[in-house]
């Protein structure tokens, strides 16, 4: 017997499945010619990408003010660690808190480490030894690829007439070295790391030797106090 075509069963014998698949045709049929609006969908992209945006906006400043609690704490916590510290200033053997002493600001700091070496003048160098610009940073410092204090503090190597044509520059890069000495040391022990550096620092056997025609360490520093106000 041959088969009988769907078509011609009675509607009690038809599939659930084909009553379904008739039922898709027949909406299809009704939305044939009927295109959808497209600033619908340009709205509801729009609405999707600003809500995209406002999450990661919020995420990004509650990321900024854990950030923010976090250094804040640790400020606080170092601050009580130096009000513990009975280290006299000259001595040069660990931090010396400053905070409540005439002249304690790291901005006061980098105005008498400059005044010392150059008077502030960023065009400065040293016959002698070569050092350059404001603060006298030498050369060797600069010197390497991908390594000195020049890649240290901007990511990038420079030339020493990069250096010395460029204030941003000479501030960048003492600024950077500075305040690691000045945050370790305290400003006595700061200005003995810049003058001979940070090895020599609670060496106090090397304190008073002769510089030649330079001042010893000791004079340094002390004359970086007294411009302090210390």
Known sequence: MAYISNRYLPEDKRTEREKRAEQFRAQLQLLKGQSPNPSDYRQRAAYILQGGQQATQYEANRRSQREAAGLQALQNQMAGQWRNIGVSVGQGQGPDYSGNMPGGSFGAFLKAISGQESGGNY????????????????????????????????????????????????????????????????????????????????????????????????????????????
């Open 123 to 230: 065009g400065a160098r040293n016959r002698s030894s070569g050092a350059m610009g404001k603060y006298q940073i030498m050369p060797g410092n600069l010197g390497g690829t991908r390594s000195g204090w020049d890649y240290e503090a901007l990511g990038r190597d420079i030339s020493s007439s990069q250096f010395m044509g460029s204030p941003a520059l000479q501030e960048a890069i003492a600024q950077y070295k500075l305040r690691q000495y000045y945050n370790r040391y305290g400003p006595w022990g700061a200005a003995v790391a810049w003058y001979a550096g940070p090895g020599s620092v609670g060496k106090v056997g090397r304190y008073d030797r002769s510089q030649g025609s330079y001042p010893s360490i000791r004079q340094y520093a002390d004359s970086i106090m007294r411009r302090l106000g210390y």
